[in-house]
């Protein structure tokens, strides 16, 4: 008589896998990870002055733009949250950089950004003045700057206040220090010809303002039809998370050939 073993407690019988059929671990939905970490921010400070911020170390990713572009909207959008980014009906008015932590309560892991509109004709000469420098200064020397995010009214293009702001961070852009998305707002209000040809507008100002080892990305975006959030956040994600970006595309990677060898 043949003695059945049985299985230990708690341990499930092991299963015989068929030949040709690899196993694969559920992959993470990037888009809902990204998301997620954006919906996590929440506001920390302001200050008038550069040195009145906090020092961190945390990865920051500063927006910035024309008074007009639509900025505070997009951070909400991107946030999905209706008053994250105060959004004033007289444009210019917010003159301070505003900080805000996301990750985790207990355990912050990056930092936005919102800086002070720029370009409004209503804003006295002095106070334009003001901001230009402190907003050339945290550019230039800002410490935990990782990224920048550049609106751009698709309906405009770059104007010379936008290249000026651009030249002040390019030398950080083009020794890869800082990354730049420039995200082309309003985007809605043109129809797919114009849309077509702002981006190629677009690409070719960059070109001819950045260097071409310069991490510069840019995208139409609109905030009424949520065009472009899910890719912006998924790139704000990634620089502010190098390492785990890196282990999710080796995750992607390593899926993609255990597919194949199923086939």
Not at 81 to 103: C, D, M, V, Y
Not at 153 to 174: E, N
Request: charged fraction near 20%; aromatic fraction near 6%; avoid cysteine.
């Amino acid at each position: 008589m043949t003695e059945q073993k049985t299985p230990s407690k708690g341990r499930p019988p092991a299963k015989s896998a068929r030949p040709g059929v690899a196993v694969v671990a559920a992959v993470p939905n990037p888009e809902k990870i990204a998301l997620g970490w954006t919906h996590t921010a929440r506001f920390l400070t302001t200050a008038s002055l550069l040195n009145q911020l906090p020092q961190s170390e945390l990865p920051e990713i500063a927006f910035v733009g024309r008074s007009n572009a639509g900025k505070s909207t997009a951070i909400n959008v991107m946030t999905q949250q209706k008053r994250l980014a105060f959004a004033s009906k007289t444009p210019g008015r917010t003159q301070h950089i505003n900080l805000f932590e996301l990750g985790p309560k207990l355990q912050a892991d990056a930092l936005f950004a919102d800086l002070p509109g720029y370009g409004y004709a209503a804003v006295a000469r002095g106070a334009k003045l003001r901001w230009q420098l402190v907003m050339a200064e945290y550019l230039e020397v800002r410490r935990g700057l990782t990224g920048v995010v550049l609106m751009i009214d698709s309906r405009l293009g770059f104007t010379d206040l936008d290249k000026q702001l651009l030249a002040f961070v390019a030398p950080r852009i083009g020794n890869g220090s800082v990354k730049m998305l420039v995200l082309l707002t309003k985007a809605d209000k043109l129809n797919r010809n114009e849309q077509a040809a702002a981006l190629m507008a677009a690409q070719t100002a960059l070109a001819d303002l950045t260097t071409p080892e310069a991490d510069v990305s840019v995208a139409l975006f609109s905030a009424l039809k949520k065009t472009g959030v899910s890719d912006a956040a998924q790139l704000l994600h990634a620089w502010a998370h190098p390492v785990r970006a890196e282990v999710a595309n080796a995750v992607a990677v390593a899926v993609a050939v255990a597919v194949v060898v199923a086939d």
